[in-house]
């Protein structure tokens, strides 16, 4: 959410993702969510690091971020 509370989305102006490789944002916001990475990502294809995003997601270590959601 934003600071006025609406979901991050285009029809909301959300900022896109920069062009190019997208998964120094995929790894970002992975560790936001506090979720394993492997640490040799960079070497990673984009789907090898989804399969494995996937593979590893543990809901229970996402903790409630004391951020305010214009800092997100």
Do not use: C, T, Y
């Not at 916001?29 to 040799?40: C, G, P, T």
């Not at 960079?42 to 004391?66: C, F, G, R, T, Y």
């Amino acid at each position: 959410l934003n600071a006025d509370g609406n979901k991050l989305s285009k029809q909301n102006h959300a900022p896109a993702l920069p062009e190019g490789d997208p998964r120094p944002e995929i790894v970002r916001a992975l560790r936001f969510l506090n979720q394993d990475i492997a640490q040799d990502w960079q070497a990673l294809s984009m789907d090898d690091l989804l399969s494995q995003a996937v593979a590893n997601w543990q809901p229970a270590k996402i903790e409630h971020s004391q951020m305010a959601p214009a800092e997100l």
